[in-house]
């Protein structure tokens, strides 16, 4: 996962991990564990929440959450 492309994208939309994790219906730790990978990853369905959030294209998509060179 690329935390510093989910985090600008974060920004640009006016979120803090506050607001995003309220928007997923999860808590602020949990969030911050899954965008600091640890032990803890994201679901197939809070990416799609996230890639849906934030209007992501599928090259944005792939960049953010599978970019292999920074797994």
Same mark, same amino acid.
Request: with cysteine; net charge neutral.
């Given at each position: 996962? *690329? ?8 920004? /640009?939309?006016?979120? $803090?991990? $506050? ?7 999860? =808590?602020? =730790?949990?969030? @911050?564990?899954?965008?600091n990978?640890? @032990?803890?990853? &994201? $679901?197939?369905?809070e990416?799609? &929440? ?6 992501? *294209? ?6 953010? &959450? &599978?970019?292999?060179? /920074? =797994?």
């Amino acid at each position: 996962m *690329n935390k510093r492309k989910l985090e600008s994208l974060m920004k /640009l939309h006016g979120d $803090t991990q $506050t607001t995003l994790a309220k928007a997923m219906g999860i =808590s602020v =730790s949990r969030l @911050n564990l899954k965008i600091n990978q640890r @032990n803890a990853e &994201f $679901t197939q369905s809070e990416i799609a &929440f996230i890639i849906d959030r934030y209007h992501m *294209n599928t090259d944005e998509a792939v960049a953010c &959450f &599978f970019d292999p060179e /920074l =797994s």
